[in-house]
């Protein structure tokens, strides 16, 4: 009787905790142009989530402030897109830090339903290319959280506001 019990509350608990202790592989990562242009050279390291940016002599775009794209500031940007990982079966529970800030106004996700496909697309603000920007990413609740490192390459520069 014991067994039968504890058969039949693991099968109404199961539906529950569909994502509970997922493992998901690191993402693809690609530079979205998209979003932001230029011609930043671009390199990313699927084995340590670390991407990076830039290069002697190239200069990070400045943008003014775009509410369609959920930029409320103006300043540099960059943009990446991450594919999300197989497996994933709830699109719409992605949770996402951006240098701890949760679902920033610039973060966006796409999916096919009923194609289990979908992207994440990010364009944060750089402030400092001396400074690492760090992204969190939980793509679905009770799942691992993947963490990547944007970062700039040395002598990468970052454009100002033109004074009219």
Not at 47 to 56: L, M, N, P, V
Not at 81 to 88: D, F, N, S, T
Not at 91 to 116: C, L, M, R
Request: hydrophobic fraction near 35%; charged fraction near 25%; charge should be negative.
């Amino acid at each position: 009787m014991k067994k039968l019990f504890l058969i039949f509350a693991i099968i109404l608990i199961l539906p529950f905790c569909s994502g509970c202790d997922k493992t998901f592989e690191m993402a693809e990562v690609s530079r979205n142009n998209e979003q932001t242009g230029g011609a930043l050279s671009f390199e990313y390291n699927k084995d340590t989530g670390k991407i990076t940016f830039g290069g002697e002599g190239e200069v990070v775009q400045f943008y003014e402030a775009n509410l369609a794209k959920g930029w409320t500031e103006e300043g540099a940007r960059v943009g990446i897109k991450i594919k999300a990982p197989e497996g994933l079966d709830n699109y719409e529970a992605i949770k996402v830090w951006v240098d701890g800030t949760e679902n920033p106004p610039y973060f966006k996700h796409s999916y096919v339903v009923g194609q289990k496909t979908g992207e994440i697309e990010l364009t944060p603000k750089v402030e400092d290319v001396e400074k690492e920007i760090e992204v969190k990413i939980s793509w679905q609740s009770g799942s691992n959280e993947q963490k990547y490192v944007i970062n700039f390459a040395k002598g990468t520069l970052l454009m100002k506001k033109q004074s009219t």
